[in-house]
């Protein structure tokens, strides 16, 4: 049998491209193309408009580094949003902080929630919590409708293109503001430095203008364009490198550990340079 390749065009100029031995389902859903494929490397991997979103052997690194940072530098998180996400692998490693009494997950596409749930179990498991709360809605809506109630806000969105271009916006970033408690934490995605280095200048400025406490933080994602990442959070009130005890066992995680967090706020200088 002849082999099979999957390349994702990260830019016009660069891509990755993964041996396949099964396209498990592939469909137009009412706001994009989902794929998932099967690959040797990678196990089951999700893709949306012909972008990775995330796969089994390096989804940890992603979903713990979103998670992790926000939740240990809020000293009680007990309400905790998440806008985009479909996957749930955000959602798995928020319910691990005994705190927390509501996980909102605000999908606007229930496909990939579905999709999740059936070809990527593991990621998926924790949706079905008694105190995850999943609602198919359009994030954006859902954050300007809900002033102040949120301890932190997490935006596990896709690229800039296609239907998570708003997510990306600084009117957004306002209502999130707006959204979060007193001392609310926001994260944001906010993709790569050495791909996007004008999207995440503008980003960081964007929400250092409505948030007290501004830092970008790093993590090395294999499967993502040039392969580190950066996320960027927003800070009302708790700085997180002067954080006490983090909350979680340390066998419950895979990356993110107390060293870890302190590490990934120290940025390369060109990285600094964006800021
Ligand atoms: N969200 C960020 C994925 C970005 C990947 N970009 C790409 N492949 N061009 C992932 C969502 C996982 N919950």
């Not at 496909?111 to 079905?128: D, H, N, T």
């Not at 707006?178 to 929400?207: C, H, M, W, Y």
Request: with cysteine; hydrophobic share 35%.
């Amino acid at each position: 049998m002849s082999e099979l390749w999957y390349t994702e065009k990260q830019t016009p100029n660069i891509g990755i491209t993964c041996k396949i031995t099964d396209v498990l389902h592939s469909e137009q859903s009412d706001f994009q193309k989902i794929d998932i494929i099967e690959t040797n490397q990678f196990g089951t991997m999700l893709v949306l408009d012909g972008m990775v979103m995330t796969t089994d052997k390096d989804e940890f690194v992603y979903h713990e580094m979103i998670s992790h940072v926000a939740m240990n530098t809020h000293p009680n998180p007990k309400k905790v949003l998440v806008v985009g996400g479909g996957d749930g692998g955000a959602i798995r490693e928020i319910i691990k902080y005994p705190t927390v009494e509501k996980a909102v997950l605000a999908e606007i596409d229930g496909r990939v929630i579905e999709l999740s749930k059936q070809y990527l179990p593991e990621i998926a498991a924790g949706l079905s919590d008694p105190r995850v709360d999943v609602r198919v809605i359009d994030g954006i809506k859902h954050v300007e409708e809900n002033k102040g109630e949120y301890d932190i806000i997490l935006v596990d969105s896709t690229e800039p293109i296609g239907p998570a271009e708003g997510l990306f916006a600084k009117t957004f970033y306002q209502s999130i503001y707006e959204a979060l408690k007193d001392d609310g934490i926001l994260v944001a995605q906010t993709e790569s430095p050495f791909f996007n280095d004008d999207l995440i200048t503008r980003v960081f400025k964007d929400i250092k203008s409505l948030f007290p406490i501004t830092r970008l933080y790093l993590a090395h994602i294999p499967t993502y364009p040039s392969g580190v990442w950066s996320f960027t959070m927003g800070s009302k009130k708790y700085n997180p490198l002067e954080v006490p005890e983090t909350q979680l066992k340390e066998t419950s995680t895979k990356y993110y550990t107390p060293a870890i967090h302190k590490s990934v706020f120290a940025l390369p200088k060109f990285v600094q340079d964006l800021l």
